[in-house]
C-alpha cells in the first residue's frame, strides 16, 4: 500500500452529534448522488448528441458558431452579475431580495440583448463572416431566456433541490438534443445547434419555474441590490476574466485562422470540459453550499474540504489522463477521421483537464469563506497571463500556445491552493497529500494498460480493452491500498450508511 495513501484517507476525524450536522451530511450524500447522476446522464446524452451532430455537420460549422460563444457567455455572466452567489452564500436572504434579484436581471438581459443586436454586424466583419450576423442575433435570444431562471436556479441550489435540478437538466437536453439532430440531418448546417441550444433553454427553464417553489412579485423594488452590490461586483468581474481566459483561444484562433481551426479546437475543448465537468458540475451543486454553512467551525470545515478534495482527486485524474490516452480511438470511432486534427489538442487539453475540477473546488472555498475579493484579483491574474501567452507565442502555432496554456493552468492550482491555505489554513503537506497519490497511482495503471495493449491493432477492440482494463486495475490498487475514499464510494453506491463529506468516526 502507498506510505500515505491510507494515512491521508484516516488522518481526519470527526466526533459531532449535532442534529444540523446529520441533516448537512444526508442532505450532502443526496446531492452528491443527484448530482452525479445528472451529470452522468446529461454528459452521456451530449456524448450521442454530440456525436451525431459531429458527424452531420463539417468543421466549419462548429467554428461559426464557436466564435459567439465568448459573447453569450459574457452576457450571462454580465446578467447573473454575482447576486445569485450572494443569494446562495448568505443565509439571511429573503423573499425581498430574491425578487430583486429577479427584475435587476430581467432588465439587464434585455439592456445586454439590444446592445448585442446592435454589434452583430461589427461582430460579422470581424471574423470575416456575413452569416454571423443574422446567426448572431438568434444566438443572442438565449440571453433573454436565461436571464428568467437566475433567481430560481440560485434557489434551488441554496436549498440543495439538486435532483429536480437533474430533472429538468435531463429533460431540456433529451428533447433539444433529438431536435439538433433531426435538423442537422434535415441540412440546417450551423443553425441545428443554435436552434438546439435556444429549445434546450427554454425547456430548462420552464423546468426550473415548474420545482422551485418561489415565485417573483410583480411590485419591483431593486433597492436589495444596494446590499450585495460590493459582493456582487467583485464576483461580476472574476466572472468576467474566467469567461474570458476560457474562450480567448476561439477568439484569438477565429481572427487569425480559418473556420476549420476553429472547429478543430472547439471539437476538442468540447470533448475535455465534457469529462472535467462530471466531477465539476456534481460537486458545484453542494460544495458551494455545504462548505458556506460550515464555515463557522474551522476544524469541521478543513475536514470537510479535505474529503472533497480527496474524491476529487479520485475521479478526475484517472477519467482525465484515461481520456488523453484514448483520444485517438475515441475521435475515430465516434466522429470518424475528419476530426483528426482535434486528437492532439484534445490530449493537451485533458492535462490540465484532470486538474480543473481541483481547481474549481480551490476557488470556491475562497467564495464560500466571502472572499470574493481574492478570487477577483487571482481570476483577473490569470486573465491577464493567458493574454501574454496568446501574444507571445502566436508565432510559434497553436500547439505551442496550447502548451503554455496548460503549463499555466497547472501551475495556477498552487496559486489557488496558496489563498486557500492563508484563508482556511490548509498546509501544502495536506494538499499534496490528498491528491500526490491518486495522480501517481492514476499515471502508473495508465501507463501499464498503454504499453500492455500496444499490440492491438483494431481501433474498437483497443480503445474497449484499454478502458476496461485501466479501470480494473485502478479499482483493484484501490482496493488492495485500503483508500477510504474507494471504500465510502462502493458503499455509498450500495446505499450502505456512509458519510460522503466527512470522515467517519474511526473504532
Known amino acids: 500500500m502507498p506510505p500515505h495513501l491510507g494515512q491521508a484517507d484516516t488522518k481526519c476525524t470527526r ?33 450521442v ?39 446562495i452564500n448568505h443565509q439571511d436572504a429573503t423573499d425581498d431580495d430574491y ?43 438565449g440571453i433573454l431566456i436565461s436571464g428568467l431562471a437566475t433567481a430560481q436556479s440560485a434557489y434551488m441550489v441554496k436549498h440543495l433541490m439538486i435532483k429536480e435540478n437533474a430533472i429538468a437538466n435531463i429533460v431540456a437536453l433529451s428533447i433539444s438534443g433529438v431536435i439538433g439532430v433531426v435538423l442537422a440531418f434535415r441540412g440546417f448546417a450551423y443553425w441545428a445547434i443554435v436552434i438546439q441550444t435556444l429549445v434546450m433553454l427554454v425547456i430548462y427553464t420552464a423546468g426550473l419555474w415548474y420545482f422551485s417553489p418561489w415565485r417573483p412579485r410583480l411590485h419591483i423594488d ?14 461580476l468581474i472574476t466572472n468576467i476574466c474566467t469567461v474570458i481566459s476560457q474562450n480567448i483561444f476561439t477568439v484569438f484562433l477565429g481572427a487569425r485562422y480559418d473556420k476549420d481551426e476553429v472547429g478543430s479546437y472547439n471539437q476538442a475543448n468540447k470533448w475535455s470540459v465534457m469529462g472535467s465537468s462530471i466531477i465539476d458540475k456534481m460537486f458545484s451543486s453542494v460544495s458551494h453550499p455545504v462548505l458556506a454553512q460550515v464555515r463557522d467551525d474551522p476544524k ?74 481574492i478570487f477577483m484579483w487571482v481570476t483577473i491574474s490569470l486573465a491577464v497571463l493567458t493574454l501574454g501567452i496568446l501574444f507571445v507565442s502566436s508565432p510559434l502555432g497553436i500547439r505551442m500556445m496550447l502548451r503554455l ?41 495508465l501507463t501499464a494498460v498503454y504499453f500492455a495493449t500496444s499490440w492491438i491493432h483494431n481501433i474498437y477492440a483497443l480503445f474497449f480493452s484499454r478502458v476496461a482494463l485501466a479501470a480494473g486495475l485502478y479499482m483493484l490498487v484501490m482496493r488492495l491500498s485500503g483508500a477510504t475514499t474507494y471504500k465510502e464510494t462502493i458503499q455509498f453506491l450500495l446505499r450502505k450508511k456512509t458519510n460522503i463529506h466527512e470522515e467517519p468516526v474511526q473504532p
Open 49 to 87: 448528441f454530440g456525436i451525431f451532430l459531429a458527424r452531420l455537420l463539417d468543421l466549419g460549422d462548429y467554428g461559426l458558431v464557436g466564435e459567439l460563444t465568448i459573447f453569450t457567455t459574457l452576457a450571462t455572466v454580465i446578467h447573473e452579475s454575482g447576486f445569485s452567489t450572494w443569494l
Open 15 to 47: 466526533n459531532e452529534s449535532m442534529s444540523g450536522s446529520s441533516e448537512l451530511k444526508e442532505k450532502t450524500a443526496k446531492g452528491l448522488f443527484w448530482g452525479g447522476i445528472s451529470n452522468g446522464v446529461q454528459q452521456l446524452l451530449t456524448l
Open 222 to 235: 431593486l433597492r436589495p441590490i444596494g446590499k450585495m452590490f460590493s459582493f456582487s461586483i467583485k464576483m
Open 405 to 445: 496554456y496548460v503549463a499555466l493552468n497547472l501551475a495556477w492550482v498552487l496559486v489557488w491552493f496558496f489563498f486557500v491555505h492563508r484563508c482556511i489554513g490548509y498546509r501544502l503537506k495536506e494538499f499534496l497529500t490528498d491528491i500526490l497519490p491518486y495522480l501517481g497511482i492514476s499515471l502508473a495503471v
Open 99 to 141: 425578487n430583486a434579484v429577479f427584475w435587476f436581471n430581467i432588465i439587464v438581459c434585455a439592456v445586454i440583448y439590444l446592445i448585442l443586436f446592435a454589434c452583430a454586424g461589427p461582430i460579422a466583419r470581424f471574423y470575416g463572416d456575413p452569416e454571423l450576423l443574422v446567426l448572431s442575433r438568434w444566438s443572442f435570444v
Open 300 to 373: 469541521r470545515q478543513i475536514r470537510v474540504f479535505r474529503k472533497m478534495v480527496r474524491f476529487v482527486a479520485f475521479v478526475s485524474f484517472p477519467a482525465m489522463l484515461g481520456l488523453a490516452m484514448v483520444a485517438p480511438e475515441f475521435i475515430t470511432m465516434t466522429i470518424t477521421d475528419k476530426w483528426a486534427p482535434s486528437i492532439p489538442i484534445l490530449q493537451l487539453l485533458c492535462i490540465s483537464g484532470a486538474f480543473l475540477p481541483i481547481s474549481s473546488l480551490l476557488s470556491k472555498q475562497l467564495v464560500a469563506n466571502g472572499r470574493s475579493d
